[in-house]
């Protein structure tokens, strides 16, 4: 675990953002950039150790942040949501222009973590995990989102060679635990089978995802910056195994002796999808949580009574 660093890191209020402060924020000289809209969320994280800096770094405002820092950790993201309008251009602004400033500001930074997305895959899953050389081409679900999220890799790429930043470049999807929504194993498997609604799945066989834990997500900062490079390091951030909802629904049924109600949707939904591991696990090492454990870790945070005494065998 990094500690004794001055660590800029954005998006502290999101799913991803959250866990990483909540773990670093203690032995670090923690600086977390956002805009603290929601009610007491800056009291919240102050009151844990952060240093926060309410500015707007995608217009170019970096009132009250350090002009330098050993690492930042960009985890700061526009999904879609809230939109003032001109929604294409706004998710440029905000992912790519955005990323290019902040790189800018921290160009002699020791090491740029950037998060990106498994969504910048093109969307024909390959019949295997994605690996990093896969076609790139965002899909049409959340095209604005996905296609900034690409070109904010092509900013990151090459303000890294420009500004000589040690970066890597981490393709993140389907992280899930204890901040903000709990993730998808939450929203599309256990808090359907836990209100008796139906569990969404697809007519043609299971699709399968990279469930990753945030304490993996976590673990692997240290390995994911000593990896950085000019270029930059691209590298996949999924879990070990591939995990269908399917498959998670009936591991929380198995732990709680609820009965799941599955629904066929065709055409299925939602973008799926899974990556290839190798490559990260070369870096990080394998995962520290399996996702059976990390499925019984999220129903006791979030449903703690649901937990059977004594659930069926695995």
Known sequence: MIRGKRIVLTGLTGRLGGAIADALAADNELFGLARYSAPDSEAYWKSR?????????????????????????????????????GEAGHAMVQNAEGTGLLMARYRDAAGFLAYSTMGVYHPDPPG?????????????????????????????????????????????????GEHGSGGIP????????????????????????????????IAFIEPMLAA????????????????????????????????PQFAVRDPYPYPYGHLDPTKRIAITGPCRVRWTE???????HSYPHLLAADPTPD
């Not at 690996?131 to 900013?155: H, M, Q, R």
């Not at 691209?234 to 609820?258: H, K, Q, W, Y």
């Not at 990390?294 to 006791?300: A, I, S, T, V």
């Open 49 to 85: 150790g952060v240093h926060t800096v309410r500015c707007d770094y995608a217009s170019g405002d970096f009132a009250g942040a350090p002009e330098a820092a050993d690492y930042v950790l960009h985890a700061g993201v526009w999904t879609g949501e809230g939109s003032p309008g």
């Open 128 to 176: 295997r995990g994605y690996d990093e050389d896969d076609d790139l081409g965002p899909g049409p679900a959340s095209i604005n989102y996905t296609a900034s999220k690409l070109a904010a890799e092509g900013v990151v790429r090459t303000l890294c060679r420009i500004h000589g930043i040690p970066t890597t470049i981490a393709r993140l999807t389907c992280q899930y």
């Open 186 to 217: 939450k929203m599309f498997a256990l808090d359907p089978l836990v209100s008796g609604q139906p569990i969404i799945i697809a007519p043609d066989g299971e699709k399968l995802r990279s469930p990753i834990h945030n304490d993996d997500v």
């Open 228 to 259: 950085a490079s000019v270029p930059a390091t691209i590298v996949n951030c999924g879990g070990d195994e591939p995990v269908s909802v399917e498959a998670m629904a009936r591991e929380f049924a198995r732990l709680t002796g609820l009965a």
């Open 294 to 300: 990390g499925m019984r870790r999220l129903l006791l």
